[in-house]
């Protein structure tokens, strides 16, 4: 798993993500409501709802937040249209950085993910200039006190897994994205609870970073997430474990 992927295990863990709920919950119900705009307001007949829906609940929004979400995506309620930009860039050492946003405003967005870039030793480049270093991936992390490594990898190849990565205390699979849903189900139809199940876009390559540049970098993607437009940041930086684990701590 990339180091990107280390990093967002670490801050869950952590619970940093806590402090931000009225942000994430923001982020949430954007994606929501432009997932019914796009495909309508059925979950059933439309996959990127039903996650959207899925990833809502995980983080305890209320009901009433997400049918008012899908009303405003179906024209039901009055509510804002907002659009997808994906923003590419590099930043410290060449690190790749893939930046998905919804926006009612490409020129604030824009200005606002710039700057951020030029402040931390980056730079915001064209599209094209990275997207094609990443590729669409289903990603679940299983606890490996539920589960034998031996069990876990039965299970993995029995809805054809593309890799399995066993870290301290959790398993890490990488799927096809266009079987996330049946391996979801799988999993869940074998007892698995999955402490993180999403469709991200994962890097083919990484870059090795550290020192001064690794904080830069941590400091870049922790900048970029915090902005309301920002719905996920993706890239390809190796940072060694130790050193990440003291970047957690200090930024």
Known sequence: MSGHSKWST???KKGKEDAK?????????REVTSAARIGGG???????????????????MPLANIERAIKKGTGELEGEAYEEVTYEGYGPAGVAI???SLTNNKNRTVAEIRHLFNKHNGSLGETGCVGWIFEKKGIFEIDRNKVTEEKMMEIAL?????DIVVEDDTYQIKTDFQSFDRA???LSDCGLQCLL?????VPKMTVKVQGKEAEQTIRLIENLEELEDVQHVYANFDIEDKEMLQLAISV
């Open 10 to 12: 670490i801050k869950r």
């Open 98 to 100: 893939l930046v998905q």
């Open 42 to 60: 059925d979950p059933a007949g439309n996959p990127r709802l039903r996650h959207a829906i899925e990833a809502a609940r995980a983080q305890n």
């Open 158 to 162: 029995e809805f054809g897994a593309e």
């Open 184 to 186: 979801k189900l799988h």
């Open 197 to 201: 199940a999403e469709i991200a876009m």
């Open 21 to 29: 709920r009225g942000q994430i919950f923001t982020k949430l119900m």
